[in-house]
Nanobody, 127 residues
């Protein structure tokens, strides 16, 4: 599976961005998909994830109410709509795919369940 993240950029605090992650090389619909981010000097952290059907989503507390994850299995894509961006959202954002699709929501935030990772897209939020 190859994952290609895009949509990052430089925005001001309060602005919105929509990240996209396009998957290729495998059947996309069976995967749990996640977004993670890594700020300079910090460890990578979980942002959001969505079940293979799109019926279950899970968010980090820091983005809940501001970010929305969605997917379009027909387009082999997952999205992260980011609203009300803050300077602390500045990071490289990575999409990831779990091939099994079997994990329950409680596992979505764990990096270990994800088998494939995209290359990342930079999001910079100025104050």
């Amino acid at each position: 599976v190859q994952l290609q993240a895009s949509g990052g950029g430089l925005v001001q605090a309060g602005d919105s961005l929509r990240l996209s992650c396009a998957a290729s090389g495998s059947s996309f619909s069976g995967h749990i998909m996640g977004w993670f981010r890594q700020a300079p000097g910090k460890e990578r952290e979980f942002v959001a994830a969505i079940s293979w059907s799109g019926g279950v989503t899970y968010y980090a507390d820091s983005v809940k109410g501001r970010f929305t994850i969605s997917r379009d299995n027909a387009k082999n894509s997952v999205y992260l709509q980011m609203n009300s961006l803050k300077p602390e959202d500045t990071a490289v954002y990575y999409c990831a795919a779990d091939l099994s699709g079997y994990y329950s929501r409680s596992y979505y935030s764990q990096e270990a369940i994800y088998d494939y990772w995209g290359q990342g897209t930079q999001v910079t939020v100025s104050s």
